[in-house]
């Protein structure tokens, strides 16, 4: 049972454009959401999160938007930089369920100069 | 600042062997945990621990074991290792604990290839 989903595996977008990359959740219990960068042979790095009382967060270049009625997340990345490309993933949690993260399968970016 | 430190960073086992991966979280974080990372299952929750005391455990065979130490340093254990557990092995951690929304930062990984 996939909770959290990105459904789309990957994404392209030109230099300076905005990047939009989704998600969607399931659990109406989840009531923290995080954004998480991986490049390859590292592990993920946090970007930038959301709670459940909220429905923005800014952080520089970093947006994410919070829909709970849809149960849908978005992050957006303005203006996309070349070294922004990477995979990207969803990530929720639920103060019940500690600190145990759900992730999604990931969104590949890649942003062309 | 050091980041979650994890080692070994590669590792090849044996089948039927078992293995222990250490990590190391960021200084004064507490809560620790493992997270498995396989590219048809994706990153998958393991464990977690906080001062010691086991929290949180996904679902994953007995096998698949762990521990805290007093200065928040942790362990993971896999026993009677099979072709499956070959995977990106995660440990993160977090300043606050589960009552307290708090991002988790994670370490590089442990590459465990079991043939």
């Known amino acids: 049972d996939q909770q959290v989903k990105q459904n789309s595996p990957s994404l392209s977008v030109q230099e300076g454009r905005i990047s939009i990359l989704n998600c969607d959740y399931t659990?109406?219990?989840?009531?923290?959401f995080l954004w998480y960068k991986k490049y390859p042979a590292e592990g993920p790095t946090f970007l930038i999160s959301?709670?459940?009382?909220?429905d923005k967060n800014e952080d520089g270049r970093f947006t994410v938007f919070l829909n709970k009625s849809a149960k849908h997340l978005s992050l957006h990345i303005v203006p996309s930089q070349p070294g922004d490309s990477a995979v990207y993933f969803c990530?929720?949690?639920?103060?019940?369920?500690?600190?145990?993260?759900?992730f999604g399968a990931g969104t590949i970016l890649r942003v062309k100069s | 600042k050091a980041g979650v430190t994890q080692t070994p960073r590669y590792l090849i086992k044996t089948r039927g062997q078992q293995v222990t991966l250490s990590c190391s979280p960021i200084?004064?974080?507490?809560?620790v945990s493992w997270y498995q990372q396989t590219p048809g299952q994706g990153l998958q929750f393991l464990f977690e621990?906080?001062?010691?005391?086991?929290?949180n455990k996904g679902n994953f065979p007995g096998r698949f074991s762990g521990r805290q130490f007093s200065n928040s340093r942790s362990e993971m254990n896999v026993s009677t290792l099979e072709l499956g557990d070959s995977a990106l092995y995660l440990c993160?951690?977090?300043?606050?604990?589960?009552?307290?929304?708090?991002?988790?930062?994670f370490g590089n990984g442990t590459r465990l290839t079991v043939t």
């Open positions: 621990y906080f001062s010691e005391t086991q929290r």
């Open positions: 959301i709670s459940s009382i909220k």
């Open positions: 200084s004064g974080h507490r809560s």
């Open positions: 659990n109406s219990m989840f009531d923290y």
């Open positions: 993160a951690s977090s300043l606050a604990g589960p009552e307290n929304n708090s991002p988790l930062h």
């Open positions: 990530a929720a949690s639920a103060r019940e369920y500690g600190n145990k993260l759900v």
